[in-house]
Every structure is written in structure tokens, then in C-alpha cells.
């Protein structure tokens, strides 16, 4: 067994969210046998991601706040403290917290085969996109 060591708060960069974001990494693969990968994100009021998708799936549980997810269908989903809301292999998606509040939820994803494709970032989403709900 082995007590992990605690990592610093990192800010997510502004390529991939607009507003701020913070991440914690909580668990990480020790060897290429292993692939999941765990991390607590802390968002500002009004914080969104941009698009973007992940090869294996993400499980996201939210923790405090609303957190606000949307697809390229044009739907908007809250998912509110103790929700787990799970995106499917390869499906574009964004995550937001509202414009009053802050939204923290920890994150289950997999690395895929090749590194760069675990998680794939296009371009932001639209105020239009946001407002959505």
C-alpha cells in the first residue's frame, strides 16, 4: 500500500477554459498496466470548458453547486450534489458552473491508447451554448 503524496492546485489554462478553473489530481496511473485517472475541478462562477471529448468516457460527480453540461445536440443537463453524470467514448461535451455560483466535481476518466487522444479540445463554447438551460 502506499499513501499518495499531495500534489499542488493547478489552474487549468485558458486554451481549454474560459474563467477560472482549478484542478487537483487525485489519483494517477503508477504504470502503463493502469489507466484511470481521478481529479477534483474547482470552478469559478460563470467558468466553462470548451468543447471537447475524452477516447474512454468520463464519470463526473458533482460535489458542490450545479454544474452545467452540454452536448453538441443542443442539450443543457444540471446535475446537482451527489449526481454522477457520464459522458460516453468520443461524445463532444462541455461542463460549466452557473453565472452566480461556484461547482466542484471530481472526475473518473481513462487514459486512451495514445496519450494525446485522452482528452481531445476544440474550439470555446458560444455565450448562445451557455445559456442554454
Known sequence: ????????????PPEQFAGDAWVDLIAAP?????????????FAPGTRT????HA??????????????GDRDG?????HPGQTLY?????????AAPPDAFMEHIALLEAGEDPATTTVW????????????
Open 30 to 42: 503508477h504504470g502503463p498496466e493502469q489507466r484511470a485517472m481521478v481529479v477534483k475541478v474547482r
Open 122 to 133: 476544440g474550439e470555446h463554447i458560444t455565450d448562445e451554448e451557455y445559456g442554454r438551460r
Open 56 to 69: 474512454r468516457g468520463q464519470y463526473c460527480h458533482v460535489t458542490d453547486g450545479v454544474a452545467l453540461f
Open 1 to 12: 500500500m502506499n499513501i499518495e503524496p499531495a500534489r499542488p492546485t493547478a489552474k487549468n
Open 50 to 53: 470548451a468543447w471537447h471529448s
Open 87 to 95: 459522458t460516453p467514448p468520443g461524445q463532444e461535451h462541455w461542463h
Open 75 to 79: 442539450n443543457v443537463f444540471e446535475v
